[in-house]
């Protein structure tokens, strides 16, 4: 009998039916996108998949207005394909003309998984913020912060911690249970500093009202309906909706979802491209066939291979291509082996790129935060 489906901000288990946490969130299908989207794989071959409120946002694409893409990050375990998902859509939406936040999750990293600051700090950095900054984030248009030091600022830091406080009061305890299940004094402080980081973009003191989008699993959509709800209640402040937008989760490498305590689910960017293309060929689950002369005869399935979906989510650009490798696949006249092999050569040659742009990344990161003080 297989597993039942749980999807929430902790935990993804079993089969995701996509269609029904559209109705089940109140989430509307991405369909109408500006001309620029189509450029991006994860928008076009519709990874990138449901939105809240997202009219906004393309039209500060199409008109050239200003707008801000808000994502934050936990600082836990290696920086892998999961996360560079987000990653790519933050330097996306740089492109296209938004001012970046990035938030380091710290307080919530500590309240939760890790009471040690000083090393969260270091993850944040080695890990996430050199790796952004490999993958093309231009840190210059990023606001890139702490949630434990908002800012030097004092104005601002003042402005931020000042929001989170007040967004208390505009919260029932029967919220926060239904979203975090157990409650502790941690998990609602730092539900309220989550609130405060996708809303205080639009504070006088930071960029005042304007449109804010956050890109999420849609799993972690019931933190973005907490806040759109404090949002609509507190009257200090007059903010614009939330913008957001949902992703399908990339498969781990044994077909469920990635995670970060198995280093066999997944492939860090750090890995040495022996290491990724060992891990394919040991982990990685097949959609085919379990003898030659079967799969030549009833060929493979795509949608459960995961060597396919690492070319489908981005290591295979080109979708003429990508089409082809998937029509011979279902047909019998691709073998897994042969699968794997065009997964690990484009692997290998992401990899070793990327690799040599994180040591340029490591000495940029260094110097950006010597003169942050």
């Known amino acids: 009998m297989p597993e039942k489906a749980k999807v929430t901000p902790w935990e993804v288990r079993g089969k995701v039916d996509y269609e029904k946490l559209l109705n089940e969130f109140g989430l509307q299908p991405l369909r109408f996108l500006p001309k620029a989207f189509q450029k991006h794989v994860l928008f076009r071959r519709g990874i990138v998949f449901a939105h809240r409120d997202f009219k906004q946002i393309a039209e500060a694409v199409e008109q050239k207005k200003p707008f801000v893409m808000m994502t934050g990050l936990m600082p836990s375990g290696k920086f892998h394909f999961g996360h560079k998902m987000v990653a790519e859509q933050m330097v996306f939406y740089q492109q296209l003309g938004a001012k970046v936040y990035v938030t380091v999750a710290d307080i919530e990293a500590y309240n939760s998984r890790n009471p040690d600051l000083k090393g969260l700090r270091d993850v944040a950095l080695t890990e996430y913020l050199t790796n952004y900054v490999a993958l093309g984030l231009d840190l ?8 434990s030091a ?20 505009h919260v029932t305890f029967n919220e926060f ?37 956050v890109p999420v699993g849609i799993d972690q959509d019931p933190h973005v309906r907490l806040a759109r709800d404090m949002a609509q209640r507190i009257k200090e402040w007059k903010f614009l909706p939330l913008s957001s937008t949902y992703h399908r989760f990339m498969p781990g490498l044994k077909g469920d979802k990635m995670s970060s305590s198995d280093p066999t689910s997944y492939i860090a960017l750090t890995d040495t491209p022996e290491e ?30 995961v060597a396919f979906q690492m070319l489908r989510y981005g290591l295979e650009p080109d979708d003429q291509k990508l089409a082809k490798i998937e029509k011979d696949y279902r047909a019998g006249k691709l073998l897994t082996g042969e699968l794997k092999q065009i997964a690990i050569e484009k692997l290998t040659a992401f990899l070793k790129e990327h690799q040599k742009r994180r040591k340029s990344a490591e000495k940029m990161v260094q110097t950006f935060f010597k003169k942050e003080g």
Do not use: W
């Not at 210059?140 to 949630?147: S, T």
């Not at 600022?153 to 208390?168: E, P, Q, T």
């Open 150 to 169: 908002r800012s030097a600022d004092g104005k601002k830091a003042n402005a931020y911690y000042r929001l989170a406080n007040l967004l208390a009061r």
């Open 276 to 305: 990724a293309a060992r891990k394919v060929q040991k982990y990685a689950f097949s959609g085919g066939q379990a003898t030659i002369e079967e799969h030549r005869k009833k060929g493979g399935n795509p949608d459960i291979d």
């Open 177 to 213: 249970q239904a979203v975090y299940g157990e409650i502790t004094p941690g998990k609602m402080v730092s539900s309220l500093l989550q609130a405060s980081d996708m809303l205080h973009p639009q504070l006088p003191e930071f960029d005042s009202p304007l449109p804010v989008v």
């Open 140 to 147: 210059k248009k990023c606001d890139f912060y702490f949630q």
